[in-house]
């Protein structure tokens, strides 16, 4: 029975060379020269550190820019609300892998709703999706990438 796995996953290596190259952009920056502007990736959260809220929009239009040239998708960044305190300005960055479950019974619910005949499972944090035929399991691939659920999605795993 064909089946297949959407997941929404990154590449973490490039995402770390993206801040990386953020970082050096900015050390380089004429407009950033002695602020102590400063990108920080900790187990999937990047702390951005800098003066003011408009260094802060600056900062993150170059990380979305390096993190976009990597293949990194921004549509995997959760950007938290900024933080101010006296001469300091700070904002989290989390990098969203895998599906949420109340994500996953929407696609679930849309897929059923589609009456195409495959079967949804939620599995962890992908969705698996099986079926008799290809051809069914193709519509729900090109239903699925139609659909904005805030996240990216990849379909891997396709097995005949």
Partial sequence: MPSFDVVSDFDAHEASNGVDQANREVGNRFDFKGTGSKF????GVIQLTTQSDFQL???MDILHQKLSK???DIGCLDEQEPEFSGNEARQKVILRR????DRARKLVKQIKGAKLKVQAAIQGEKLRISGKKRDDLQAVISMLKETDIGLPLQYENFRD
């Fill in 40 to 43: 920080e990736l900790d187990e």
């Fill in 70 to 72: 990597r293949g990194v």
């Fill in 98 to 101: 895998g599906i949420d479950t």
């Fill in 57 to 59: 929009k600056q900062m």
